[in-house]
DNA sequence: GACGATGTAGAACGATCCCTCTACCTACGC
DNA sequence: GCGTAGGTAGAGGGATCGTTCTACATCGTC
């Protein structure tokens, strides 16, 4: 990836999560993009593959973001991710999970759903891989997604009920 | 609300639920309503209208699935909460909760973001109430939140893991 | 200094969208 | 029997959309 791609990536991860994925038009999109419609075009042929590569980026960033250098500790691993789900909703998410977006503006189309699958999927499994517990993957993915979802509604309060949460999950269960 | 006015909001919401917020022209809301096009015209005057309608039945047979004659156990209660939560998604909600895709499709509608606000908090004070932990509504919000969107990727799984963290929470808290 | 590759600017096309409007039908109270 | 309220069917306007295409600028290379 050149960096005309991963400019245009950049711009059309931005654009849809500033306004979602039905409002931006094409023209939109291309400004956000800062290129031409012609080279848009040359290097994402439709609108439906926009929407992609937005999301192909946005993974990426995303799991570096929340995974990249934890420390070695468990528990000190969960509180990390936690803190940084939080960051990142912050600062990159105050609408809520792209992912999901995407899929809720389009929910017949099979390869965003796929798209979504695979994110979530790598999500609980470096997730599960930190906490150390195996089969108890779909435990850290509800609390994240928990999380996530409670951010934009209730703020901090959301990230003190989750790591009270994944602290009760460890000492009883 | 007489007859016509709910077949017409139940027509909207079952529209919107499967084909997302963006995809379905008026015409298809017409078509689903079961109306002529002045009709829904004349009950919803346009199409933002529209939307707002399937959110607010959406809204009000939500709380009643969820919330209506509930055993008097707390901890029955939230298990049967739960339960219902996920029998929820199993039929009518398959594609996650409408309102987060609602607002994810128009992000800068603050009408649409006063009714998440409003459908959130109201569940979050039923959900509180049944507990009796007051000043920990954002804990079961944040759980039943992490099943809803978990529940379209795991299945009973997401109910499993969700029952475990409620019991957790209430254990060791 | 000509040239091909790669970029920009933006006009134009056909399709589709939301919404309005006309024309007609049916049921019912007086 | 007739007027009125409230419904259906569907054509049409004006705007916008996604996409393609033409015309021109720039830059590194031989």
Known sequence: M?????????????????????????????????????TLYKYAPSRDVMVRTALEHRHRRYI??????????????????????????????????????????????????????????????RAAAVTGQAGRDVDMTLIIEGLTQSWPLYGDAAVVSARRLSLALRQCA
């Open 64 to 125: 570096a973001h929340v995974f990249d250098d934890l420390p070695g500790d468990a528990d000190a691993a969960v509180s990390a991710i936690l803190d940084r789900v939080a960051g990142w909703m912050r600062r990159e998410a105050t609408h809520g999970c792209l992912f999901h977006a995407a899929v809720a503006a389009a929910p017949h189309d099979p390869t965003l759903r796929a798209l979504l699958q695979s994110h979530k999927a790598e999500v609980a499994r």
């Open 2 to 38: 050149n960096a005309i791609e991963l400019k245009i990536a950049a711009g059309l991860e931005r654009a849809f999560a500033e306004n979602g994925f039905a409002e931006p038009s094409v023209e939109d999109l291309r400004d956000a993009a800062g290129v031409s419609l012609r």
